[in-house]
Nanobody, 121 residues
Framework: QAQLEESGGGVVQPGGSLRLSCAASGRIFSINNMGWYRQAPGKQRELVAD???????TYADSVKGRFTISRDNAKNTVYLQMNSLKPEDTAVYYCNADVRSYYRGTITKTWGQGTQVTVSS
């Protein structure tokens, strides 16, 4: 099966930037959508942004104009560039990918382990 490994989280001051990366590895035939979700303490997990294999992106209203999602299909990697960070962006960020492991196999929604992003002065 496929695995996702995130990197790039950390602590940043308000107004700062971070770049998250998520690489898929293992048994992969193809990947459809890839995306980033986040979960703050006491809140439900929410979609931040996702991107199709063709490069079409969608964003949550709360991050439009500040975050940019991109992907490198050759590397099975998705990125999230986060600018103008706010304290309310503090959360655990999870990578997600819709992975087909075999030709004509089923698509499995695969999750990373999460990476902490803390925005604080």
């Amino acid at each position: 099966q496929a695995q996702l490994e995130e990197s790039g989280g950390g602590v940043v001051q308000p107004g700062g930037s971070l770049r998250l990366s998520c690489a898929a590895s293992g048994r992969i035939f193809s990947i459809n959508n890839m995306g980033w979700y986040r979960q703050a303490p006491g809140k439900q997990r929410e979609l931040v942004a996702d991107i199709t294999s063709g490069g079409s992106a969608t964003y949550a209203d709360s991050v439009k104009g500040r975050f940019t999602i991109s992907r490198d299909n050759a590397k099975n990697t998705v990125y999230l560039q986060m600018n103008s960070l706010k304290p309310e962006d503090t959360a655990v960020y999870y990578c997600n990918a819709d992975v087909r492991s075999y030709y004509r196999g089923t698509i499995t929604k695969t999750w990373g382990q999460g990476t902490q992003v803390t925005v604080s002065s």
